[in-house]
C-alpha cells in the first residue's frame, strides 16, 4: 500500500524523501507554509486508498535530518485554531536517558534546534566544542553531569560491580548513619583516577567539599559525543572536527576550485561522479562541503554534486 501511495504520489510530480509504515514525507518545492498547507491538501484529495483507509494531511516540516530508517528529526509545522504552531519532533532519536547526564540530553536538544532551525551545522559544532571545553576546564555543573539511580535491595545483595552501589558502600564506610537503604535513590558523578570506573563514583556534594576532579574524558568519549555522533555523521562532521581537530573550510579553499570552471557538457541528470568532492548549486554556483538541510541552495537553485571534473544529480559513495 505505501508504494502505490508513493507512486500516485510520484506520478503527480512530486519527490517522497521518506516513507514509514503509515506515513509518506512528500517535498514540495515552496517556502510559504500556507502554500506547503495546500499542496498538502492537495495530495491528499487526489488519493484514494481501498476500503475505508484514508491518507491524511498532518503537518509540514520545514527541515528534515534523517538518521536511519525509523529515527529523524525535524522540525515541524501544524494549524492550531488558525495559527501555525512549530516544534522539534523526533522519532526513534533518544535525548533522554536515565543513563545520561542532563548534559547530554541539553546538549543534544540545543544542536538539534541550531541544525534544523537555523541550518548552521558551524555554529552547532562550535557548541558542542563549548561544551567540550567547558569539561575539560571544569566549568560544568556538577549536577549536570550526575546521574540518578535507585536502590532496589541491601547493597550487599547485588553481583557485578555498579557505580551507584559501589558509591553506597563507601557512603556506609564513611558514615553508617547515612548508609542508603533500598527504596532510596542516589546520584553520582565520575571522578579521576586510577581504579576501575565503578570505584570512582561520588555524590556531587563530596566533590564539592574535597575539591576533586571530574573525569572529562569519561564524559566527552562516553557521554557526550557517542549520540552526537550519530547526527552530526548525517551532515558530514565526523568526531575529529567536532573534537577541533578538523578545519572548518569551503571547498573552493579546500579543493582550489574555481566556480567559472565548471562546464556542464552532458546533462547533469544523466552524469554519476565518481570521485566525490563536494556539491554546488547549479545557478549561483556556490559550492558547499555537505547538502544543505532544505535540499537547494539559498537562492533555490539546485544542488548537485561535482568531483573529478564533472557535475551531476547522482554520485557513487
Not at 503527480?12 to 517556502?31: H, L, P, R
Not at 520545514?62 to 504552531?85: D, P
Not at 557517542?226 to 572536527?241: C, Q, S, T, Y
Not at 541552495?297 to 557535475?311: Q, S
Amino acid at each position: 500500500l505505501l508504494q502505490k501511495t508513493r507512486k500516485k504520489i510520484i506520478d503527480m510530480g512530486y519527490e517522497v524523501i521518506y516513507g514509514d509504515t503509515d506515513s509518506v514525507f512528500v517535498k514540495v518545492k515552496v517556502k510559504d507554509l500556507e502554500k506547503a498547507y495546500q499542496k498538502g491538501n492537495e495530495i491528499v484529495s487526489k488519493i484514494k486508498l481501498p476500503g475505508k483507509l484514508v491518507l491524511e494531511f498532518e503537518k509540514i516540516f520545514r527541515s528534515f535530518l534523517i538518521l536511519t530508517k525509523k529515527r529523524y528529526a525535524g522540525w515541524s509545522f501544524e494549524k492550531n485554531n488558525g495559527e501555525w504552531v512549530d516544534k522539534i519532533e523526533m522519532k526513534g532519536i533518544e535525548t533522554v536517558r536515565r543513563d545520561w547526564p542532563d548534559l547530554v540530553t541539553d546538549t543534544m536538544n540545543v544542536v538539534l534546534n541550531i541544525i534544523l532551525k537555523e541550518g548552521d551545522i558551524k555554529k552547532a559544532i562550535k557548541y558542542v566544542q563549548g561544551e567540550i571545553d567547558k569539561l575539560h576546564t571544569g566549568a560544568v555543573d556538577l549536577n549536570k553531569l550526575a546521574v540518578t539511580k535507585s536502590i532496589t535491595k541491601n547493597i550487599d545483595s547485588y553481583d557485578g560491580l555498579l557505580p551507584h552501589i559501589e558509591l553506597a558502600k563507601k557512603i556506609r564506610e564513611r558514615d553508617p548513619s547515612q548508609a542508603p537503604a533500598p527504596g532510596s535513590r542516589i546520584s553520582f558523578v565520575i571522578v579521576r583516577g586510577n581504579q576501575m570506573l565503578s570505584k570512582r563514583a561520588e555524590t556531587p556534594e563530596y566533590i564539592r567539599e574535597h575539591n576533586l576532579q571530574i573525569d572529562s574524558d569519561y564524559y566527552i568519549e562516553n557521554q557526550l559525543l557517542p549520540p552526537l555522533e550519530r547526527i552530526f555523521a548525517v551532515i558530514g562532521v565526523d568526531k575529529a572536527e567536532l573534537l577541533g581537530k578538523g578545519r572548518q573550510c569551503s571547498l573552493k579553499d579546500m579543493f582550489g576550485i574555481s566556480r567559472r570552471t565548471h562546464k556542464i557538457e552532458t546533462p547533469p541528470e544523466k552524469v554519476v561522479v565518481e570521485r566525490l568532492e563536494g556539491f554546488l548549486c547549479r545557478d549561483c554556483k556556490k559550492t558547499f562541503r555537505r547538502v544543505p538541510l532544505i535540499g537547494r541552495c539559498e537562492c533555490g537553485g539546485e544542488i548537485l554534486a561535482f568531483g573529478n571534473g564533472n557535475m551531476g544529480a547522482l554520485f557513487k559513495i
